[in-house]
């Protein structure tokens, strides 16, 4: 017998709800009943829903929408043999009371029928979330429930929908991913070392002093009484540490303070733990400190609120709440270990809420060529399968002392990667000036590009929150056809750079070699100035101050004039280099503005920017959409090689070949790559609240 249309259907001690076109959700009874409440993994079920049909016999009863069916036998107790299958054909998915409460992502090159999400253990949180309960409330959870744990399955149809559809539906279900603040994307100090305020300035003021920046410098454990637990400020070494953030900040650099935290009271949510923890956690934050590193540590740590809800996941949780609750109006960030990378290898998936609580690391690794490999690895594979954006290594490794050849390729790597943050244990270095001139120099230029590329990176921080578009996007992303674009140590960087670290010494000639796979589509060699034509894979050797990056023909890439601190995420002065391709179509790219920390993007107190890119025969059209501000714009159109301009170039420069083009990766004054093709540069001021447009005709 066949029912009208359901929002849904109770079978016995069985839930289901069609929440969406390719999202079932199928519930066992709790001992307290089904569940609605916002959970520690599922913070949002408010979807379209799916027209779906009740269909009942003896046996069973089937649950049917158009793109998928739950049958469930009849008078059902639990979960356990409910049957769940894509209405296309497929695999199906038979459930049981075993949930996964962690599992891999499904990637998008190779999407299965179904995948299943187990909302395990099942806790509810109080509004105040992580936070300890008000003074005189007789609670051993502090307001978190934990009595109505059952068996909560989401099923998704991940084949069927599609990767995008997937990962946004995934999200909205396990929340968003935050934007974080502009500081976050630039160059962070650590070491393992027991500075004091005269040591901590003086690193500060050397990377000043070299004209490398710098916007966040690292107390690791020796900060404190004991250099291990408390939260008590070792005197000795800081016998005013409100007077040394200060000056830090004066200097245009935040203080991150690592702590190994070690358990209070009978539980993870004992009232006493919580209060121990706030108590300890902001009274250094009111002393200016602006985030905290949460280490997980081996032997002295936080207690798990629940089995399957361990101390990793829990603590993102617990210092994010605590640091929103402090500064309300600031992004609140914390720097965690990734969830399942223990000292820079892959061991297990990730919770599926930890993308909510960015930046992670990967533990305590090796200054040695194949850390460096897992570490890009890691970084691009983390971003798809477990929608990890901001996973980063300690640039230089952990342990060890490297040569000045594997410490540049580390620092290479670092100035694509996600979060850029050098560290390293005690009786070891990483100075940038204790490798060389010849070094210090590679170094200090790379990380002064990933300051002037800070429009383009804060475009994909910003796409990283509004979609879950990691910041290193593996090629399978927008070419799943191809096997090649699984490749891992590759990456476009945003939108249009192609980017392949050099994770191999050099063998003989000082030239480091690898393969790198080009999408389809045109590429230029920002080195050389050549331009390649995908899909191929093609060799690359490189001097010691070169790694493969490649800009997209037809892309738009961002930058800035140089700057030594992040400072506000908005671009009075922008540089839009354009790479026009030999065929036809149009590209779009946005750009990202707002104050850089608060929390008023969420208030859409922003601005997002469209440039558009259109090629049309031997027309090209370059248009930007009205700016909220007065900006003072240098367009610059990098035309193929051999082309001439014909007419319609009014207020442009035809600059030699390569010409300033080369300012945009190798900086000012840089010599143009030999085979890059003319350049047409345009400087002036656009006017806010006006669309602007340019237009050329070229010759061939």
């Not at 830090?248 to 991150?256: D, F, G, K, L, T």
């Not at 303070?257 to 706030?278: I, M, T, V, Y």
Request: glycine share 10%.
């Amino acid at each position: 017998m066949s029912n009208g249309i359901q929002a849904s259907v109770v079978v016995g001690d069985v839930r289901v709800q069609p929440l969406g076109a390719f999202l079932v959700r199928i519930e066992q009874r709790g001992p307290r009943g089904f569940e609605d409440r916002e959970t520690f993994t599922v913070n949002g079920r408010a979807f379209a829903g799916a027209e779906a049909t009740e269909t009942r016999t003896d046996e069973a009863v089937c649950i049917a929408t158009a793109r998928y069916r739950v049958v469930v036998p009849a008078g059902a107790r639990g979960i356990e043999g409910i049957r769940v299958e894509p209405a296309a054909g497929g695999t199906a998915c038979v459930l049981s009371n075993a949930l996964p409460s962690k599992a891999f992502l499904p990637e998008p090159s190779a999407l299965p029928s179904t995948w299943v999400l187990g909302d395990r253990p099942r806790a509810v949180p109080p509004p105040r979330g992580a936070l300890p309960p008000p003074a005189g409330e007789a609670d051993a959870t502090s307001g978190w429930d934990l009595a109505n744990d059952a068996p909560d399955a989401y099923v998704f149809f991940p084949a069927a929908s599609g990767y995008e559809t997937f990962r946004t539906d995934f999200l909205q279900l396990t929340g968003g991913i935050p934007l974080v603040p502009l500081y976050a994307l630039g160059l962070w100090y650590s070491r393992y070392f027991p500075y004091d305020e005269s040591t901590a300035m003086a690193t500060i003021d050397r990377f000043r002093a070299s004209g490398i920046p710098l916007d966040l410098f690292t107390l690791d454990t020796d900060w404190r009484v004991g250099a291990s637990c408390g939260y008590a400020v070792n005197e000795t070494l800081f016998p005013d540490m409100g007077r040394f953030i200060r000056r830090a900040h004066e200097r245009q650099v935040r203080i991150m303070l690592n702590d190994h935290p070690e358990p209070k009271g009978k539980s993870a949510l004992d009232p006493e733990e919580l209060r121990f923890r706030q108590r300890g956690l902001t009274s250094l934050l009111a002393l200016g400190v602006d985030l905290w590193w949460f280490d997980r540590n081996w032997h002295t740590h936080l207690q798990a609120p629940a089995p399957g809800l361990e101390k990793e996941t829990w603590g993102m949780r617990l210092y994010h709440d605590v640091t929103r609750d402090f500064r309300p109006e600031q992004r609140p960030l914390i720097m965690s270990n990734v969830d399942g990378i223990n000292n820079g290898r892959l061991d297990a998936p990730s919770h599926p809420a930890a993308h909510r609580y960015p930046v992670w690391w990967t533990g305590d690794t090796v200054a040695e060529w194949p850390y460096l490999r897992m570490g890009v690895e890691n970084g691009v594979d983390c971003g798809i399968r477990s929608l990890l954006p901001y996973v980063h290594e300690d640039l230089g490794g952990h342990h060890g002392q490297p040569d000045a050849e594997l410490y540049v390729r580390f620092m290479q790597y670092g100035a694509f990667s996600p979060v850029a943050r050098i560290h390293c244990t005690t009786k070891v270095h990483r100075y940038p000036w204790e490798y060389g001139a010849a070094a210090e120099k590679i170094v200090g230029d790379f990380f002064r590009l990933r300051y002037r590329l800070l429009p383009t990176l804060y475009a994909a921080a910003h796409e990283a929150h509004r979609t879950g578009t990691p910041l290193l996007r593996r090629c399978d992303l927008e070419w799943p056809e191809f096997p090649e674009a699984r490749d891992n140590t590759q990456f476009l960087f945003g939108d249009d750079l192609l980017v392949a670290p050099i994770v191999e010494p050099a063998r003989g000639g000082g030239t480091a070699g690898r393969t790198v796979w080009l999408p389809p589509g045109e590429w230029q060699d920002l080195w050389s100035g050549k331009i390649h034509r995908g899909p191929a894979t093609i060799g690359a050797q490189c001097a010691l101050e070169e790694v493969p990056v490649f800009a997209r023909r037809g892309g738009l890439v961002f930058s800035i004039p140089q700057r030594q601190s992040t400072g506000a995420a908005t671009w009075p002065e922008l540089v839009v280099d354009a790479f026009v391709p030999e065929t036809d179509g149009e590209r779009v790219r946005f750009l990202c503005e707002d104050d850089g920390i608060s929390m008023a993007y969420e208030r859409g107190e922003r601005s997002r920017t469209a440039f558009a890119l259109r090629q049309a025969g031997k027309e090209t059209r370059i248009r930007a959409e009205p700016c909220a501000a007065r900006r003072t714009l240098t367009l610059r159109i990098h035309l193929p090689p051999g082309a001439g301009v014909e007419s319609g170039a009014d207020g442009f420069a035809a600059i030699a070949p390569g010409g300033r083009a080369a300012e945009l990766f190798a900086g000012p004054g840089a010599a143009p790559p030999p085979e890059a093709g003319i350049v047409l540069e345009w400087r002036g001021d656009v006017e806010a609240g006006a669309a602007t447009e340019w237009r050329v005709l070229r010759t061939t």
